[in-house]
T-cell receptor, first 116, second 112 residues
């Protein structure tokens, strides 16, 4: 149980275009989903917390207009990187929590974004 | 400022030995601390959670300790196997909110 999928696994896009990444909880309802970014050999950096049906909460320094998050259902959250630049190239990972009374997070396999 | 520090970036050990990883934190008041495993190019996988009122937790060949006075957690992999080779991340909350902060990880390589 507690499987989270992410799509796409890899994406290459040109500067100035937008990219959407989907995160789905496959076998449980995720009341909260989290979006992280990870640079090579670095820790996961939390970008935003997303609760179903409400606006995402962004961490300090993360531009909400650049990284649009939508959590339309209890099983789906999307991250859209708008007007992508090469410095947005990174590994983006989502996670979900929501199993009652638990604090662990279940991570998706990640999306490698390369902006050319 | 808040910091989570994990010991040396890399740990190389012989198969069958015990790997011991440390996680020290500063300016956090975690209600629980978690350990995750991450393989290259993959998302982290949850391993163990230990609460602030627990001293030790075990799961198969894994053991975690949590000392809130020292502000430290130790993670042990006993009877290590080459398949245990991965990066291990510690993560903690701050005062019982659901958000996690992660350490940079320790990469363990187990030699056959």
């Amino acid at each position: 149980g507690a499987v989270v999928s992410q799509h796409p696994s890899r994406v290459i896009c040109k500067s100035g275009t937008s990219v959407k990444i989907e995160c789905r909880s496959l076998d449980f309802q995720a009341t909260t989903m989290f979006w992280y970014r990870q640079f090579p050999k670095k820790s996961l950096m939390l970008m935003a917390t997303s609760n179903e049906g409400s606006k995402a909460t962004y961490e300090q320094g993360v531009e909400k207009d650049k990284f649009l998050i939508n959590h339309a259902s209890l099983t789906l959250s999307t991250l859209t990187v708008t007007s992508a630049h090469p410095e947005d190239s990174s590994f983006y990972i989502c996670s979900a929590s929501g199993l009652a009374g638990t604090y662990e997070q279940y991570f998706g396999p990640g999306t490698r974004l390369t902006v050319t | 400022s808040q910091k989570i520090e994990q010991n040396s970036e890399a740990l190389n050990i012989q198969e069958g030995k015990t790997a011991t990883l440390t996680c020290n934190y500063t300016n956090y008041s975690p209600a629980y601390l978690q350990w995750y495993r991450q393989d290259p190019g993959r998302g982290p996988v949850f391993l163990l959670l230990i609460r602030e009122n627990e001293k030790e937790k075990r799961k198969e060949r894994l053991k975690v300790t949590f000392d809130t006075t020292l502000k430290q957690s130790l993670f042990h992999i006993t009877a290590s196997q080459p398949a245990d080779s991965a990066t291990y991340l510690c993560a903690l909350d701050n005062s019982n909110d659901y958000k996690l902060s992660f350490g940079a990880g320790t990469t363990v390589t187990v030699r056959a």
